[in-house]
């Protein structure tokens, strides 16, 4: 089965993450959820702080009204509830897909690779007229650098995996997921397929060795929240 227009095979062996040129280096060193980015730099911390700066500040800021509630909650490490459905905003391991299609989309809808970090930049653009000063211990990642930091999206894969390694997003078990995605998915149309497949993510309980990961760089055409996403993959290593 391909992946829509793209030209990747949707295979069911192997596992995919979106994220962006801005953590290949860390990733093919350490391997990929070897590092958590949230806890390595502070990430909801320096959120809370750009954040109570702009309320210091009394800055108005219309652009943060559709956000606030979310940054909110990432802040106070509490759900958001929408059509009593709890969403939690945890940063606490690595997602993965067995759809790269399902990764090309996050990584092409977040600049940075990371949805903490531009949050943190989006709160650091609203600030940047502001005469503020961060705290060294908030900002490992030097963030005004990463105001104009040029960055690409990619798709990693992981090859090779151990499923007792992976768990859903709510912490449960994941083998009768993943049997039917093996199993059952590939029998749907392919409309039934990517409608399921999108909602089928996986945490890595244990990091994938470098020696297992590939890496692609990832172009395309239309939203890549929108269904005129049209991604097309180049191998890097």
């Known amino acids: 089965m391909i992946d829509r227009e793209t030209n990747i095979d949707f295979n069911a062996k192997s596992l995919w ?3 962006s040129t801005i953590w290949m280096d860390s990733i093919c060193q350490s391997g990929l959820g070897a590092i958590n980015i949230a806890e390595a730099y ?4 320096l959120l809370g702080f ?8 009394n800055i108005n800021a219309p652009e943060l009204e559709s956000r606030r509630q979310t940054i909110s909650a990432i802040i106070t490490r509490k759900p958001l509830y929408h059509d009593n459905i709890a969403l939690n905003y945890k940063y606490d391991g690595v997602y993965v897909s067995m759809s790269p299609l399902t990764a090309a989309k996050y990584a092409c809808s977040i600049p940075s690779g990371s949805e903490l970090l531009d949050y943190c930049l989006f709160l650091l653009y609203i600030l940047r007229k502001s005469n503020i000063e961060i705290p060294n211990e908030l900002n490992r990642i ?7 930091h040029q960055a690409a999206p990619i798709l990693v894969e992981v090859t090779s995996f151990n499923d007792r390694e992976l768990v859903l997003e709510d912490g449960t078990d994941a083998q009768a997921k993943l049997h039917e995605i093996r199993n059952i998915y590939p029998k749907l149309t392919i ?5 399921l ?8 309980l244990k990091s994938a060795s ?5 890496f692609y760089q ?3 055409s239309g939203d890549p929240l929108g269904s005129n996403f049209r991604p097309t993959y180049t191998l890097i290593k």
Do not use: A, V, W
């Open 50 to 57: 750009l954040y109570s700066e702009i309320l210091r500040l």
């Open 17 to 19: 993450h979106g994220t």
């Open 218 to 220: 990832i172009d395309y």
């Open 197 to 204: 497949i999108q909602f089928s993510n996986f945490k890595l």
């Open 191 to 195: 409309e039934e397929h990517f409608r």
């Open 42 to 45: 502070n990430l909801i911390e």
């Open 142 to 148: 030097n963030i005004m650098s990463m105001l104009n």
């Open 210 to 214: 470098p020696s297992t990961l590939k």
